[in-house]
Each structure stands twice: as C-alpha cells, then as structure tokens.
C-alpha cells in the first residue's frame, strides 16, 4: 500500500534532474557524432606533399627558373626522385633541382618531334646551340596545343606543376598522349595543351591547393582519397586518368550527337550528296565536356575513396566500363525513338524542282473547276426559285391552344401532348446531286497552334586559361 503513494509523492525535482540528464547524455552522442571525422586527415608524408604541389603551382614558369633543395637520402625524398618534374644527377650533385628549361626542353622533344616526325631516319629537333627548343615556334600551337607559339604565357594559372605534369603525359603515358596529337585520334578536336593544364587545375581545386585557400585549412580537411596519396605517384595517376577520361567524354558526346544526327535524317529521309566528315564535338564543347569531367573525377573516381593507387586504378576501369554501358543504352534509346516515329508517323519526301513549279498551276486549275460548280449550282437554285410552280410555305410550328391525350393500355397513365398545326410538306425536284452536303462544305481545320522553335545557337563556352591568382 505505501509503493504507490511513496511513487506519487516522488520529489518532482529529481524527476526534472533526471530527464535533464538523459537530455544532456542524448545532445552529446549527437554532438560526437556530428564531430567525428568521416574521411581520415592527412598524414606527415602527404601534408609534404601537398605543401609541394602547393608552392609548385604558384611558381610562375619563366626561362632561367631555378628551385632547389638539399637532398639528404631520406626516405621520403627517396621515394620520390622519379617525380618528373626533378633535373638529373640528384645523387651526384646532392641536390634536388626543379628547373623550367630542361622540362620544356623534355615537352619539345617527346611531345612536338618524336611522336610526330616526319621522317624516322632523319629528325631535325630544331634545338639551338645550348639545347633550347625554338621559341617562338609553330609547332607549340599546332603539335602540342597551347595558345600562342610561347607557350610561358599558357602555364600562368598552372605554374610548374601543369608543366610537369604535361612531361609527365608525353613521356610515360603515349596511349593518352596519342588520343589527343594523332590524326586520328579520338580527342584531337581538343588541343593537348591547353586541355591538361585545364586538368591540372581540376585536381588542384580537389586538392585545395590554390592560394585563396589557407594552407592549414587544407591539411586538416577531411577528404576519402588522403589515404592514397601516401604514395607519391597517385598525383601522377590522377593527370593521366582525368585525361583519359575526359577524351572518354569527347567520345561519347560525338557518338549521341552522331546518332541523332542520322536519327534526324533518316525520319526526314534525306540522302546527303556530299561525303565530307562531319564534325560534331568542335573547341567550342570544351567547357561541357570539362564540366562532365569534373563531375565524374570528383564524385564516381575520388568519391569512390581510394585507399592505394592500385585501388583507383580498379575503380577507374570500373567506370570506364559503366560509362560505356550507358552510352550503349543511351544509343539504343534513340534507334528505339527513331523506329518508333518513323512506323506512327510516316516520313513526307520534299518537292522536287518541276513539281514545286506545277503547283501553283495545279491550285489555280482545282480552283477554276470549284468557281464553275458553284456558278451551275446557284443558276439552278435560281430557275427552281424563279419557276410558277414553286411556293414558299411557313415553317411547322406547334401550338398550346389544342392538346390530343393519349391513354395507355392497362387505363392508369396518360400524357398530354400538343397538336400539331395542318401543315403541307412542299416537295421540289431539286436532285440530290445538285445539293451540296452542308457537312461536307464546312471544313474544319482545328486552331493552329505555334510550335516551339529551337534555338539556332548554342552558348560558347570561353575557351582560355584564367589569370593567375593574387598574392594574399
């Protein structure tokens, strides 16, 4: 008897005390979870290595530049001396050099004259009496893709790791390089140039490497790739696949394009008389195809979170067969719309030159025929009027004054209806033919409804590097 009453007259202090605490014990499990890191940070060894990419590409590129470093044999320069961007003789000399001329020099060679060479016996390298390639030169602009025949000015917003990075593509990695210089290349609508610096500063923007962002917010930043870049060559790999992805993009744009190109023409049925290549991803798709890019390296490639290099490798192959898979059933679907149309709707062939003459001659001929029917009608309708036997009676009309009733069989209901007037239903000997349908001389031809026009252009895209960042 005293539990219940001892329960009521619990002290309402202890109960607030209580709830107070389970709310305070519930707001904390909420705060650590809010708190904890998803993503891991990164480690002694990539923080090095990003403060490196860092100063590497805010060094402008000029003819002369010269940066050092003393080498002492650690094992994180060690594991690093086969980065392209380092001179030769590290070991001898003691020290670890990065400088401008040798890297364009190596650009010139393995990017603008051994690939494409017009004669393998002999190959004029154009190389001055002090090993510098020629500056200005045609062959920046039309064999390695940059914008001006000095291509100092194209490396403003990428510094000397763009540089680095494009050695990188044209000495260890011929397949990409070859999709975008060759001929017949899949990508070779985009310059090779400009196009890897541009990727270059995609993986920079991940990696939070540019100058409005504080050095220490970068390394405290949380991303799920950190991991991988403990091994020195995942910078490397993340060029050479971006590059290799984004030529996927210019693929695929040109295969939709094509498809509904030949879609178009077979619904409209149109023979093409002239057997010229036809270009349908030009310089002016570049910021599209970058965009593509980017969403696809950031969410599917880093996304995914690569733990090693071989990892995103793996997941690279991966995508590029899922990108492949799609663009197949993308195909599909516009050969399904296209069979789809053409059995609804069949296709109407244009006039030829004689038949668009005889037109207007055959409109004026219907014309004149329609004008003498009507005449021979109306000059009928006119004798019939005009004849002594033809009178004009009034119309049947009913009357409320006189009603007829009318009684069921089985005597219980009955209806009143009115009668009818004496009225005499004049008959004519006008001939059915002679009396136009009036259904048939009302046409109807629905509301004309205005069609939505496409657009005759597309917006351009600019297509250049931008300025170099201030100095903070």
């Keep these: 008897m005293d539990e219940p009453g001892r329960k009521r007259n619990e002290n309402p202090g202890e109960k607030a005390r209580a709830l107070a605490g389970q709310w305070a014990a519930s707001a904390g499990q909420a705060m650590q979870s809010l708190t904890v890191r998803k993503y891991t940070l990164p480690d002694k060894n990539v923080a090095s290595q ?131 210089v060759r001929p017949d290349g899949d990508a070779s609508v985009l310059p090779f140039g400009i196009t890897s610096i541009n990727c270059t500063d995609m993986m920079a923007k991940f990696l939070m490497l540019a100058k409005a962002v504080d050095r220490m917010d970068a390394l405290l930043s949380q991303k799920p790739f950190w991991r991988m870049f403990a091994d020195p060559n995942a910078l490397l790999l993340c060029q050479e696949l971006a590059m290799d992805m984004l030529a996927d993009v210019v693929v695929e744009v ?37 965009g593509v890019t980017e969403k696809r390296v950031e969410h599917d490639l880093l996304g995914a979170g690569p733990g090693t290099v071989a990892e995103l490798r793996s997941i690279h192959s991966r995508l590029k067969t899922r990108y492949k898979q799609q663009l197949s059933k993308k195909l599909e679907a516009i050969q ?89 239903v004049v008959k004519t000997d006008i001939k059915e033919e002679d009396v136009m349908d009036e259904k048939s001389s009302q046409i109807d031809d629905g509301d004309w409804v205005e069609a939505e026009m496409p657009t005759t252009t597309d917006m351009v895209g600019n297509f250049s590097i931008g300025d170099d960042d201030e100095d903070l």
């Excluded at 000399?93 to 890297?103: F, K, Q, R, V, W």
């Excluded at 619904?267 to 036809?278: G, H, I, P, R």
């Excluded at 069949?346 to 219907?366: G, Y």
Aim: charged share 25%.
């Design 254 to 290: 040109r295969s939709i394009r094509q498809a509904e190109a030949e879609a178009l023409e077979k619904k409209d049925n149109e023979e093409t008389s002239s057997k010229d290549k036809v270009e349908y991803v030009t310089v002016f798709d570049f910021a599209h195809i970058l």
């Design 50 to 180: 990003v403060l490196m990419y860092r100063q590497l590409l805010h060094t402008k590129c000029r003819p002369g530049l010269k940066l050092s470093r003393e080498y002492q044999g650690t094992p994180a320069q060690k594991a690093v001396l086969h980065m392209p961007w380092w001179s030769k003789g590290i070991e001898e000399s003691g020290t670890m050099e990065i400088a401008y001329d040798p890297l364009i020099r190596r650009l010139w060679l393995h990017g603008a004259i051994f690939p494409i060479q017009d004669s393998p016996n002999e190959v004029d390298t154009f190389l001055d009496d002090e090993g510098n390639p020629p500056v200005p030169h045609e062959f920046w602009v039309s064999r390695l893709g940059f914008q001006q025949t000095d291509p100092v000015t194209d490396f403003r917003s990428g510094g000397v790791l763009s540089l680095a990075m494009m050695v990188w593509i044209v000495e260890s990695c011929p397949a990409v390089f070859a999709r975008y």
């Design 336 to 424: 399904k719309k296209d069979d789809g149309t053409n059995k609804q709707q069949p296709s109407i062939r244009p006039l030829s030159a004689n038949a668009a003459k005889e037109l207007p001659q055959q409109v004026l001929q219907q014309a004149t025929e329609l004008s003498s029917k009507a005449s021979a009608f109306a000059g009928k309708m006119f004798t019939k009027l005009k004849s002594p036997g033809f009178t004009l009676q009034s119309p049947i009309r009913a009357t409320s004054t006189e009603s007829e009733a009318v009684v069921f069989e089985d005597g219980k209901k009955e209806m009143q209806v009115p009668a009818l007037e004496d009225t005499t």
